[in-house]
């Protein structure tokens, strides 16, 4: 198995198989050797959970649609425009995630994915947004926003030339449980008439 690894101020290694289908965590230690260890130039941020940005919109794109309903969103020009959102079971689920929407504009389009998670518990999983924050740097570059205490990152796509390409991770709710991730593309958004 082909590994990509980082070490994070928490003393865990993350580790993800080449494919991107498997994210683990290894306590210091126990990590993968030196000779497993790849690095890599930032990837571009074209979807998630097997969706892509950018993308028309078609149930054939996930296993599920679970419901969906009209949402109002701010075009270029601030005016409100009608989009639908969807919330969805996607092929490629992922285990840090419990629910997943996408949202799009007035023609169909994929300007955002979100997934969101909420522990019945309610216990902290703010290791858990460690985790995910150190793995979205390792695979696209340190963020470019920062909360001062963690509480939220903004990793940006290097290509997009203007507004807002990237992901956004929202871990303010993690002591109790919650956090939530979005990819976006304000290029998208902001192609409508």
């Known amino acids: 198995m082909?590994?990509?690894?980082i070490c994070?101020?928490?003393a865990?290694?993350?580790?993800?198989?080449?494919?991107g289908s498997e994210l683990r965590a290894f306590a210091e230690g126990t990590a993968p050797s030196e000779a497993q260890i790849e690095t890599r130039a930032p990837e571009a941020v074209t979807g998630a959970f097997g969706l892509p940005l950018g993308e028309r919109f078609s149930p054939e794109l996930v296993s599920k649609v679970l419901r969906e309903a009209e949402h109002s969103y701010r075009g270029a020009d601030r005016t409100q425009h009608k989009g639908v959102?969807?919330?969805?079971?996607?092929?490629?689920?992922?285990?840090n995630f419990t629910?997943?929407?996408?949202?799009?504009?007035?023609?169909?389009?994929?300007?955002?994915i979100r997934g969101?998670?909420?522990a019945p518990d309610r216990t902290s999983k703010c290791d858990v947004t460690e985790t995910l924050a150190a793995f979205l740097?390792?695979?696209?570059?340190?963020?470019?926003?920062r909360g001062a205490a963690g509480e939220w990152y903004s990793f940006r796509d290097g290509t997009a030339a203007d507004g807002f390409k990237g992901i956004r991770l929202y871990a303010n709710r993690c002591a109790r449980g919650g956090y939530t991730i979005v990819y976006s593309d304000d290029r998208v958004r902001f192609s409508q008439p």
């Open 99 to 112: 629910a997943y929407s996408v949202s799009t504009t007035s023609d169909g389009t994929i300007y955002a």
């Open 8 to 10: 994070v101020p928490c």
């Open 12 to 19: 865990l290694v993350i580790a993800m198989a080449a494919d």
């Open 116 to 118: 969101e998670y909420d």
């Open 2 to 5: 082909k590994l990509t690894a």
């Open 85 to 95: 959102r969807y919330w969805v079971e996607p092929k490629i689920p992922n285990p």
């Open 137 to 145: 740097e390792q695979k696209y570059g340190p963020p470019r926003g």
